[in-house]
T-cell receptor, first 107, second 120 residues
Framework: DIQLTQSPSFLSASVGDRVTITCRAS??????LAWFQQTPGKAPKLLMY???TLQSGVPSRFSGSGSGTEFTLTISSLQPEDFATYYC?????????FGPGTKVDIK | EVQLLESGGGLVQPGGSLRLSCAAS????????MIWVRQAPGKGLEWVSA??????????ADSVKGRFTISRDNSRNTLYLQMSSLRADDSAVYYC???FGSGNYYSDYWGQGTLVTVSS
């Protein structure tokens, strides 16, 4: 199975900060990567697919990049509603594994 | 409006069985892959299973293979997850999600989840 790691696991930031989260795959996955946002008690929300394509309705302050084994999710200016946990997911090979998550908290 | 509503969760003893359902509306159900993802309390997301739009191909995580069966009834717009030989580590909120297409498993819409607790 393809393993995903995320760094950092936890991030403390302020409103207006630029935030970058990294996702690394144990083998090449081309651009078959999605990013999700989850707030407590809620279902995950798709932010990005195919590594860098913004899902409809997602604010443009979110961006994604990368291919192969290293990917990043960037929030250009953190907003109060962005404090959440972020997960990457690979869709190159079954099973379609998720990363362990990065929690973004308020500084 | 796309809506996914899971049901069937509850308390079950170790070794028991449970069937989850996911009622879909607002899209042409048979044209889209469907996915089950679970989340144990306080833990991360775990992909469980997926099925193509026509129901002809199914996929499972190693942790549930041989114990769980995914299926769909396209005439009823409903997705199922039959779970058997349940263990304590199967306790989780189970989400169903809709794929981008019949064989495209990016998950764009999710239900609110149903809680399964495996305990004696």
């Amino acid at each position: 199975d393809i393993q995903l790691t995320q760094s950092p696991s936890f991030l403390s930031a302020s409103v207006g900060d630029r935030v970058t989260i990294t996702c690394r795959a144990s083998q090449g996955i081309s651009s078959y990567l999605a990013w999700f946002q989850q707030t407590p008690g809620k279902a995950p929300k798709l932010l990005m697919y195919a590594a860098s394509t913004l899902q409809s309705g997602v604010p443009s302050r979110f961006s994604g990049s990368g291919s192969g084994t290293e990917f990043t999710l960037t929030i250009s200016s953190l907003q109060p509603e962005d404090f959440a946990t972020y997960y990457c997911q690979q869709l190159k090979n079954y099973p379609f594994t998720f990363g362990p998550g990065t929690k973004v908290d308020i500084k | 409006e796309v809506q996914l509503l899971e049901s069937g969760g509850g308390l079950v003893q170790p070794g028991g069985s449970l069937r989850l359902s996911c009622a879909a509306s607002g899209f042409s159900f048979s044209n889209y892959a469907m996915i089950w993802v679970r989340q144990a309390p306080g833990k991360g997301l775990e992909w469980v299973s997926a099925i193509r739009g026509g129901g002809d191909n199914t996929y499972y995580a190693d942790s549930v293979k041989g114990r769980f069966t995914i299926s769909r009834d396209n005439s009823r717009n409903t997705l199922y997850l039959q779970m058997s030989s349940l263990r304590a580590d199967d306790s989780a909120v189970y989400y169903c999600a809709k794929g981008f297409g019949s064989g495209n498993y990016y998950s764009d819409y999710w239900g609110q989840g149903t809680l399964v607790t495996v305990s004696s």
